[in-house]
């Protein structure tokens, strides 16, 4: 659980992407398998970033050039709250603690579909926004499920139910790629 690693103010090496708590991995508590999460951590990394986040100049809603002339249309709110709901769901019943291959793979080709299909709902809203970055980080989290063929921490594989000593790795996704990474040691 948890394991982006970040710097001292939340930052990943990812512009514009923070994260703080589970999400995170500081390296303050050492080898603890939860990476980052204390309470009091919680407190002190969730203020350095919001003070980081609050001193830049940034740019909330940026949209790409197939997507801006879509952005006239409102209203699309149901659909969009449809979508946002059948995500949270179908990542519950296919990545939450027991998991198998067969409807991880369901699962990602669906979320993919709804990927599409956010494109043209597409509106300056809030609800579209977080829809949006919901589908990208469930289509993420089962391509990694489905790489990871073991069971570890709080998520078991009811077809690969054994821990292997191989996957004391991190899993990195760059664009289409997916591989393994040494987990680096902060001194």
Same mark, same amino acid.
């Given at each position: 659980?948890?394991? +982006?690693?970040?710097?001292?103010?939340?930052?990943?090496? +990812?512009?514009?992407?923070?994260?703080?708590? @589970?999400?995170?991995?500081?390296?303050?508590?050492?080898?603890? !398998?939860?990476?980052?999460?204390?309470?009091?951590?919680?407190?002190?990394?969730?203020?350095?970033?919001?003070?980081?986040?609050?001193? *830049?100049?940034? %740019?909330?809603?940026?949209?790409?050039?197939?997507?801006? /002339?879509?952005?006239?249309?409102?209203?699309?709110?149901?659909?969009? *709250?449809?979508?946002?709901?059948?995500? %949270?769901?179908?990542?519950?019943?296919?990545?939450? +603690?027991?998991?198998? %291959?067969?409807?991880? @793979?369901?699962?990602?080709? *669906?979320?993919?579909?709804? *990927?599409?299909?956010? +494109?043209?709902?597409? @509106?300056?809203?809030?609800?579209?926004?977080?829809? !949006?970055?919901?589908? #990208?980080?469930?289509?993420?989290?089962?391509?990694?499920?489905?790489?990871?063929?073991?069971?570890?921490?709080?998520?078991?594989?009811? #077809?690969?139910? #054994?821990?292997?000593?191989?996957? %004391?790795?991190?899993?990195?996704?760059?664009? @289409?790629?997916?591989? !393994?990474? /040494?987990?680096?040691?902060?001194?």
């Amino acid at each position: 659980m948890g394991g +982006i690693v970040t710097d001292s103010d939340g930052a990943t090496s +990812i512009a514009g992407l923070y994260a703080v708590g @589970e999400t995170a991995s500081t390296g303050v508590h050492g080898a603890n !398998r939860l990476a980052s999460n204390s309470l009091l951590e919680c407190f002190v990394f969730g203020e350095r970033l919001a003070e980081q986040v609050c001193s *830049q100049q940034t %740019q909330i809603f940026k949209v790409s050039k197939a997507i801006a /002339p879509k952005l006239s249309h409102h209203g699309n709110s149901a659909a969009i *709250q449809n979508i946002k709901s059948g995500i %949270q769901n179908l990542s519950w019943q296919a990545a939450g +603690i027991c998991r198998v %291959q067969s409807e991880l @793979e369901i699962a990602a080709t *669906q979320i993919s579909a709804w *990927q599409a299909e956010l +494109i043209n709902l597409a @509106e300056p809203s809030r609800l579209w926004i977080e829809t !949006r970055n919901l589908a #990208d980080y469930a289509y993420l989290l089962m391509r990694s499920a489905l790489f990871r063929t073991e069971s570890r921490g709080a998520h078991y594989r009811a #077809d690969f139910p #054994d821990t292997a000593p191989n996957w %004391q790795l991190h899993t990195i996704i760059e664009g @289409e790629e997916i591989r !393994r990474s /040494p987990i680096l040691k902060k001194t």
